[in-house]
């Protein structure tokens, strides 16, 4: 890309700014970064993770997570983060197209592999040495540091000697990590995220295969590399769960009065809507609120799994015990959601008929319409899924239609339903309100499409009109990230499609970033520019 190309795009820019002030998201009223609270209160920001964007996978004494594992086996269309977006060697150029975006805050994740590189035991000092860097970068720039300490990502050696998350050992292991995380980097970071999507993570890694460390077992998984679909899934969320216990705990306790920071735990959110006002399709719908959201969320705030969830899956899913039940609840400062996308619930109660059940039959749903889209010549399910039945019908509750053929939606995008954010974060409130974090939203569109990226500014505009209502109405809310600030290494297909912000040229020696349109339009909305003025 030459001075040619980048005259082009700013052209191009001033073009479709012009064409967006006239031309409005539908139901967005005008707002501005103003119309929000100002930071600490709340705080905008973009998000990565290390594996999708650090590279450097095998230098520095940096060993393999359960990820490296996984892409290396070809699950991700041949194509791996051993180089990524480079930004161990990067970060500093990085920080600065932050600084010039606006960004208040920059959510990232550490490398349990790369600090610990035998998961237990001594410390990496280049892993050690990197991550302070960074976090002094951030904070020498004004940008806050949120940092996850688990993504998807379980170092490879733990889960050969262990068995990763099915085995208590784990748990230990991971509060020793995040001891050290704390004792290193606590005085700078105040965000502290233990477990990225864990509700994810055991579902498609334990149950459907379909994500590192790819575990399942039939009918239920393909390509499983040995597995009990029916009741790793449970295993792995309660040990997950005792695991963030433990830590918060260990936060509370040793850190939290000298260091003042907070600690949550963060789960991928739908919004889940009735297929039909069928009285089986309602109940279906908090069953699947309760399987999916409820599964971390009742722990953390009650103390104990759904009801529905013990009642379905029976003695599969563990229990607590009365001080675990006590260590888990409330054990933190607030919780994070990533979401993306609204599905229509369809009642399947007659699953549970059938003698062997997974997470899946449990949860007794079909979950409709927003999951399944097309990108190139395959199709690409979204978590979560009952892949089975895949429905060819109108959607009758907001702007889209049915993936029938290739020309239904544009290829690799995500449908655009912004309202709702608004109905989960109203939802959330059943759960006393809690702080809540945004860490992830944003749009999907092909890789190496174009920097003129109208679909993704639409949606992030969108979505972020709906967050200032739910604001409005109560919600306490106290960050929104987009996912993501680079075109990353992404978990379901590798380089084909990106959510950045900046498009990375992978042809490129150097991985040169390009501002994207949305890139453009998020940083003058941090600003303080209306969206109507831009």
């Known amino acids: 890309m030459g001075t040619s190309f980048v005259i082009i795009f700013m052209l191009m820019t001033v073009l479709v700014v012009a064409e967006m002030k006239a031309d409005e998201v539908e139901g967005v009223r005008s707002f501005s970064r103003l119309d929000f609270p100002l930071p600490p209160h709340f705080v905008f920001g973009s998000s990565t993770s290390s594996y999708q964007v650090e590279g450097a996978a095998f230098e520095d004494g940096r060993k393999p997570s359960i990820w490296d594992t996984y892409a290396h086996s070809g699950y991700t269309n041949g194509a791996n983060g051993d180089i990524a977006c480079d930004e161990y060697h990067k970060y500093k150029e990085d920080v600065h197209l932050m600084v010039e975006t606006g960004l208040e805050a920059y959510r990232f994740s550490i490398s349990w592999s790369r600090l610990i590189p035998n998961g237990?035991?001594?410390?990496?000092?280049?892993?050690?040495?990197?991550?302070?860097?960074?976090?002094?970068e951030l904070i020498n720039h004004g940008i806050e540091p949120h940092v996850t300490l688990f993504h998807y990502d379980t170092p490879q050696i733990l889960e050969d000697e262990y068995g990763g998350w099915?085995?208590?050992?784990?748990?230990?292991?991971?509060?020793?990590?995040?001891?050290?995380?704390?004792r290193e980097f606590g005085d700078r970071v105040l965000h502290w995220t233990t477990f990225n999507e864990p509700n994810v993570f055991a579902h498609y890694g334990y149950d459907l295969g379909l994500f590192q460390p790819s575990r399942c077992s039939s009918p239920f998984g393909t390509n499983c590399v040995g597995g009990n679909s029916s009741t790793e899934p449970y295993i792995v969320a309660h040990n997950i769960l005792l695991a963030h216990a433990a830590t918060a705990r260990l936060y509370f306790k040793k850190y939290k009065a000298e260091q003042h920071g907070l600690i949550g735990l963060d789960v991928y959110a739908y919004w889940y809507v009735p297929y039909t006002n069928a009285p089986e399709d309602v109940i279906a719908t908090q069953r699947a609120f309760d399987f999916f959201i409820g599964w971390f969320l009742n722990p953390l705030v009650h103390g104990d799994y759904p009801d529905v969830m013990k009642k379905n899956a029976e003695t599969r899913i563990p229990t607590f015990t009365k001080l675990e039940s006590r260590l888990v609840k409330g054990s933190f400062d607030f919780l994070g959601l990533n979401h993306y996308s609204t599905i229509q619930v369809e009642d399947m109660s007659i699953n549970l008929q059938m003698d062997v059940r997974d997470f899946t039959e449990d949860m007794a749903v079909n979950l409709i319409c927003m999951l399944i889209i097309q990108k190139f010549s395959h199709w690409v399910p979204l978590p979560i899924a009952n892949f089975n039945v895949y429905r060819v019908e109108p959607c009758n509750y907001i702007n889209c239609t049915w993936l029938v053929n290739d020309t239904d939606v544009p290829q690799g995008q995500?449908?655009?339903?912004?309202?709702?954010?608004?109905?989960?974060?109203?939802?959330?409130?059943?759960?006393?309100?809690?702080?809540?974090?945004?860490?992830?939203?944003?749009q999907s569109t092909i890789r190496n499409e174009t920097l003129h990226d109208v679909p993704r500014l639409r949606y992030i505009q969108g979505y972020i009109g709906s967050l200032l209502d739910a604001l409005r109405s109560g919600s306490n809310a106290r960050g929104y990230f987009i996912w993501s600030f680079l075109d990353v290494f992404e978990l379901l297909d590798g380089f084909e499609s990106g959510y950045g912000l900046y498009y990375v040229d992978l042809d490129d020696k150097n991985l040169k970033r390009y501002p994207k349109l949305s890139a453009q339009w998020y940083s003058n909305f941090l600003k303080g520019r209306s969206h109507q003025d831009m």
Request: hydrophobic residues 35%.
């Open 414 to 442: 995500l449908p655009y339903n912004p309202s709702g954010l608004r109905e989960l974060l109203e939802y959330m409130k059943n759960y006393g309100n809690p702080p809540i974090y945004i860490y992830e939203n944003g």
């Open 166 to 182: 099915l085995s208590k050992k784990t748990v230990k292991a991971f509060v020793a990590y995040a001891n050290i995380c704390f």
């Open 120 to 136: 237990t035991g001594a410390v990496n000092p280049k892993g050690l040495q990197y991550y302070n860097n960074l976090i002094n």
